[in-house]
């Protein structure tokens, strides 16, 4: 079933719910000394719904959609709205209680289907679901909103309607002009509902508030709903499976062996230290499941699990990444809704631990009887390897696990910084004079082309390679009939799915860059890249990196580039494609035009990113006449108002549009070849690294991690230089063609091309 196959966060936010309405419904149940009548199971039944719904709105936010269960679920929970009303009053079990269980179901409900539909429809919808919470949050502060109001017939009509407005919407069925303007149409009658309360309380302000007293902060809750509470978090956490797998039923069955630690430490420690060392537990608990979080999003995204020591870098990377797809606001929010979320798993766990070990301690007994009955069942588990449907061990200790993995990775960190200490400084071109440095392309313009997400699966065994064959074929055709010798094979990326910068360091340094900790180790060093060979041998070195939309003072210092654009010094007034601020065919031509057009120059040495192709993708802007790019105007209403491709939840989608744009890329950069020629030019054209697994596949499987490379030059005395290389001719490399680690490159390029090559 899908609702099974809902992924970590789905399974989550609809835990999180069901438990928060078990708990206040068991507080308010043992505050009004009232049980649950027909009526109430009834409304109960909604309210799990509702939760469900929660839960498949927050799946439809990382990629999972499941429209027709969101429509089902509302369509039922609407349908028993009509029914448990008049349950009560048939089986006269009405009482103030049910009446306000059934409002805030009703809100609820509301509210997460306004989340639901706020990211297609506009967001200005979460009002319709935001206001009952506004008013309530008011009422806390301006003491007369808290008079209670007679039951009104209209007001129920209303809720009503936006329950039912919401779930067609939700549908998608009707067109979006009508959606909006329904929806639009039902916040003005929910406004309208609730300032004629407003209206009506004003006026009735100066009369006393009747006597309803106030429950005790802790009667919200009974003490056996916390403890049940603490308990199920706590093992949720400790038998948490890999998210990328999802959270299965049958996953709850396995038995954590650090739980029943936790308990037996609790049994025959003094109750202060018993409980100091319990809420540590529970901190380091979650501190793991905040881990194995990364750990997961890191295997999909990089095909490593996350370095502890170096890569807390990439989160604000990603907020970068995520405020590029959102917006800035909205990554912002995110970010801090992370950080938020995070100390409520941290803390949340160490308060359940803490409890879990006192309740214990209370009750030895019991707890004595439990431990020795769930160790003899992990013990016999564990002895006969039992395992539960989806295949994990029932005898569980993969907190354990982690927490060791995790230990061992930071050992190995820290050893591995000096070895790669010493690389840095072992270089043997160190110390080779600027006379001796690339004589062999002295005169020459030599340009380093990355484009983004080149990876073999784009020439080879993927649904778009023989799309992106054609072109590379027509390529090298026409690139021949203009002059042009070319050469390709493949290189070996340090990186996979992302992190463009570890590929760029490592083909410019000569040294394995497969982490943020050895890239900031490189960026903190004197190592030679290909930039300073260049500078130091009399070429002007340029950087033209259209993705950058601040200042890079880092990668400014250690490569020492003598200019560098990027997105914001370009003078470009186009729209933006996607991820790409400006499109590959304004990005060489505006380079043309600065740096190749002056004919009293140096020769330049130039780093150039092609991001056309970068995730996530969107059709390709039109390739135009060269002479009309101008400033990048020519491409306003083409395709930049395209909705970029959820790679996860479509991912035959994505393949296509990532092929698109690779031919894109490649067709831009012969046709700049053929229009601007130039028999003092040196091309070494590259891939810096797989797209995402969503797309190119898992690297377990085959993908891998190579890509392309490709030497472009109508002169065909550096084409003979690199003959010993082995690389085969054209633009497409065949599946035999070399393959090096792009950390090869620097030294290739500098022994032969230097005095001695």
Known sequence: MDWVQLGPVGWSAAVLCGVSLAVLLDGALARHGVSLGPAGWITLTRGVLACGVAGLTAESYVGGDHVALV?????????LDAVD???????????????????EVDAFLIAVLSVYVAPTVGWWVLAIGALRYAYVAVTWVVRWL????????????????QGIVLTVAASGLPPPALTRLALAVALALLVESFARDVRTLWRLRAEGLPSVGRAPAGALVTPGALTAVAVAGLWLALVMPDPADGLAADDLLRIPLEGLVLVAAALVLPPRPGRWAAAGFGALAGALVVLRVLDSGF?????????????????????????????DLGARVAAVAAVLLVGLVVVGLALAAARVARVAADHRRGAVRGVVALGTAWAVCAVASIHVGGGAPVAAAGATGLAVDTVDRVRTGFADREDFAEEIEADPFADVPAEDLLTGLRGRDVLLVFVESYGRTA???SSYAPGVQDVLTDGTRRLAAAGYATRSAYLTSPTYGAGSWLAHGTAQSGLWVDSERRYGQLLDS??????SAFERAGWRTVFDVPANTEDWPEGAAFYGFDTIYDSRNVGYAGPEFGYAPVPDQYTLEHFRREELAPADRPPVFAEIDLISSHHPWTPP??????DEVGDGSVFHGTTEDAEPVDQEADPTRAQDLYGRSIQYSWETLVSFLETYPDPDRVLIVLGDHEPWSYVSGDPDDGAGRDVPVTVI??????VRRIADWGWHPGLLPPDGAPVWPMSDLRDRVLATFGAGG
Not at 85 to 103: I, K, Y
Not at 304 to 313: I, K, T, V
Not at 713 to 718: A, I, M, T
Request: net charge positive; hydrophobic share 40%; proline share 10%.
């Open 713 to 718: 030059s109508q002169d065909r005395g550096v």
């Open 299 to 327: 295997a999909v995204v990089l095909d490593r699990p996350f370095d502890p020591l170096g890569d807390w870098s990439y989160l604000g990377s990603g907020v970068g990444v995520l405020g590029d797809s959102i917006g």
């Open 621 to 626: 802007p039109p390739l135009v006449p060269w």
């Open 85 to 103: 009303g008049r349950v009560a009053r048939r089986t006269g079990t009405e009482t103030p209680l049910g009446a306000r269980f059934d409002m």
């Open 459 to 461: 020439t080879r065994g």
């Open 146 to 161: 808290r008079r209670p109001l007679p039951p009104r017939y209209s007001a129920k009509v209303v809720a009503a309607i």
């Open 71 to 79: 429509v089902a679920a509302a369509t039922i929970g609407l349908c």
């Open 526 to 531: 004197d190592r030679l890249t290909l930039t």
